[in-house]
C-alpha cells in the first residue's frame, strides 16, 4: 500500500507562492494523486488530481515527476484565507480503499 | 444541487446513551464514507459503502459502532452505548467515481459525550 509522507508544518507570506511535497516511495501503477484542503470545522476540500506530470486547475497545479515517487501541490500567490491543512491521498483501482485514507496533512500558515 | 447532508450538526449526550448520526450522500453517487475527526488520531475512515454494501470495516473501533445505507440516499452511523472517548467530528463523505475518488463531504456532526 502506497503510504504517504508530508511536512508537518509550513509557514508562508502572503503573495509568495507555496509548494508542499509528497512523498509515496511505493505508488502503484494505477494509483492516482490526490490532494485536499481543510479548513476548522469544515470537511475536506477536493482541490485537485492527477496521474503524471503536471496538471493546474483554476486554484492550484500539481506537479509529477517520471517516477512518480513524490508529487508537489503548489499554490500561486498565496492569501491569509489559504491557511489550512493540506492532504496528500494515494490509491486506486488496485487498492480502492486507500484511495480515502487520510494522512496528518501539512498545516499551512500564512502570515501577512 | 445539495450537498452532502448530516444530522445532527451537534450532539451532546451522556455515557451509555445511544448516538445516531444520519447521511444523506449527493444524489448520482455511489459510494458513501464515514470518518472520523479527533485532534489526537486525525482524520480516520470508519466504513465505506459502495452501491449500499459495505465494502470495509475494518475502520469502526468496536462493536459499539455500527453504520448502515438501506438505500442510495441515506446511511446512519449509530454508537451503542456512547463513551467519553467517542467524542469527536464525524464526516460522511460521498464520491461519484469510486477508483479515482474524489470526495465531497458533509459539513459534520460534532458530538460530545458527557
Known amino acids: 500500500l502506497a503510504k504517504t509522507t508530508q511536512p508537518i508544518s509550513m509557514d508562508s507570506y502572503e503573495g509568495q507562492e507555496v509548494n508542499i511535497t509528497c512523498s509515496h516511495n511505493?505508488?502503484?501503477?494505477?494509483?492516482?494523486i490526490t490532494w485536499y484542503q481543510q479548513f476548522p470545522s469544515q470537511g475536506p476540500r477536493f482541490i485537485i488530481q492527477?496521474?503524471?506530470t503536471k496538471v493546474t486547475n483554476e486554484v492550484a497545479s500539481l506537479f509529477i515527476p517520471a517516477d512518480r515517487k513524490s508529487s508537489t501541490l503548489s499554490l500561486p500567490r498565496v492569501s491569509l484565507s489559504d491557511t489550512a491543512v493540506y492532504y496528500c491521498?494515494?490509491?486506486?483501482?488496485?487498492?480502492?480503499?486507500?484511495?480515502?485514507?487520510f494522512g496528518p496533512g501539512t498545516r499551512l500558515s500564512v502570515l501577512p | 444541487d445539495a450537498g452532502v447532508i448530516q444530522s445532527p450538526r451537534h450532539e451532546v449526550t451522556e455515557m451509555g446513551q445511544e448516538v445516531t448520526l444520519r447521511c444523506k450522500p449527493i444524489?448520482?453517487?455511489?459510494?458513501l464514507f464515514w470518518y472520523r475527526q479527533t485532534m489526537m488520531r486525525g482524520l480516520e475512515l470508519l466504513i465505506y459503502?459502495?452501491?449500499?454494501?459495505?465494502?470495509?470495516d475494518s475502520g469502526m473501533p468496536e462493536d459499539r459502532f455500527s453504520a448502515k445505507m438501506p438505500n442510495a440516499s441515506f446511511s446512519t452511523l449509530k454508537i451503542q452505548p456512547s463513551e467519553p472517548r467517542d467524542s469527536a467530528v464525524y464526516f460522511c463523505?460521498?464520491?461519484?467515481?469510486?477508483?479515482?475518488?474524489?470526495?465531497?463531504f458533509g459539513e459534520g456532526s460534532r458530538l460530545t459525550v458527557l
Open positions: 463523505a460521498s464520491s461519484r467515481d469510486s477508483l479515482t475518488g474524489e470526495l465531497f
Open positions: 511505493n505508488i502503484a501503477t494505477n494509483d492516482y
Open positions: 492527477g496521474y503524471k
Open positions: 491521498l494515494v490509491g486506486g483501482r488496485d487498492n480502492y480503499g486507500q484511495n480515502f485514507v
Open positions: 444524489s448520482g453517487h455511489n459510494s
Open positions: 459503502f459502495n452501491n449500499n454494501v459495505p465494502i470495509d
